[in-house]
DNA sequence: CAAACGTGGCC
DNA sequence: TGGCCAAGTTT
């Protein structure tokens, strides 16, 4: 495992109007005040960024999952393949399709020659279908203007299909060891709760959050690409969004939010996703079927998935325009070969 | 910035 | 039973 120490985190200055991290100034730092500067400066505060560090990281290096995009084997592609499947996606769903996907398609270029209708139909019932195109296309991307390599820019892998904030930092961090803030909902979750003793994050990352993840980060590269999973882990374990385990935290003894006494989160909870009935219900069984079909199949068989016509056909419509289906003379549609 | 975008397991 | 949640991105 890992035994790379952890260090301080760099030191921000904050403001009274961006409320952004308060964090104790290490004794290298000549510019911030301690852990009680200006009392209306709002914020979290977290006293020492340094035994943060140490006590997530050594806890990850004792219960870390043995998963395989964190072996050396799988390399720059098997971080990012698992890292689209993994978006709004469970491990334990994932796991299986990434064996299978990885050991048909072992390097981007091998990808990019398939269909991308070949990258759907693999993509089974994870979800998210155009998360396979995207891949696809990223993998294109890949293979021709990187010359098959994972690039390890951050700015290049923005430029990839399906690669946003968060996953451009986290293959950066997690298959090139580069100091990136990798900000997911299980860091944001943990970050809420230790340092800003709130219960949730916001719905949407805020700019106090990316301060405050940018902060927290080591400065060294090695720990903070190790700070990063390790922080994730722990929000993945043991920082639940239901059943969090106290018992089990590292830094349960700093806790902001368990020593406020853990309050309940205020406001509006979450928008739910509602499913039944909607589109995206209609389309996923549309697409079964053509996942399952090894022919062209007739309009005839898609109208059997749902009864209502004018949403059926918008699903429908909405799948083609996305690049999932082809359409066929004669009626015919069929996962795109192209 | 809100909404769209799949699927299945859990409490 | 049904709402909530899961390593987000795109428009």
Known sequence: MNTTN???????????????????????????????ADPHVAGPSVADPASLHTSVIAWFDRH??????????????????????????????????????????????????????EAVRAWGRLGYPRRALRLHGAAQAITERHGGDVPRDHAQLLA??????????AVASFAYGQRHPVLDTNVRRVFARAATGIQYPPNATTAAERRLARALLPDDEAAAARWAAASMELGALVC??????????????????????????EGPA????????????????????????????????????????????????????????????GDRYRLPLT
């Not at 395989?68 to 098997?78: D, F, K, N, Q, V």
């Not at 990839?160 to 930092?169: R, V």
Request: neutral net charge.
């Open 6 to 36: 952890a260090t301080n985190a760099t030191v921000t200055h904050s403001t009274a109007e961006d409320a952004g991290p308060r964090v104790a100034a290490s004794s290298a730092d000549p510019h911030v005040a301690g852990p009680s």
């Open 64 to 117: 870390a999952r043995d998963l395989p995009w964190r072996r050396p084997e799988a390399g720059a592609w098997g971080v990012m393949v698992s890292e689209f499947m993994l978006q709004q996606t469970p491990v334990a769903r994932v796991l299986p399709v990434y064996e299978q996907w990885l050991a048909r398609w072992p390097r981007p270029a091998d990808l990019a020659a398939s269909p991308s209708g």
């Open 160 to 169: 990839l299909p399906g690669i946003g904030e968060y996953t451009a930092a």
């Open 240 to 265: 639940t969004a239901k059943s969090e385990d106290c018992g089990r935290c590292p830094i349960a003894d700093r806790c902001a939010w368990r020593l406020a006494g853990k309050p309940a989160h």
């Open 270 to 329: 979450r928008r739910g996703q509602t499913y039944a009935g909607t589109d995206r219900q209609v389309r996923g069984r549309l697409l079964a079927v053509l996942r399952d079909a090894t022919e062209p199949v007739p309009r005839s068989a898609l109208d059997t998935v749902w009864n209502e016509p004018v949403q059926r056909a918008r699903a429908l419509d909405g799948l083609v325009a996305d690049g999932l289906v082809e359409p066929l003379d």
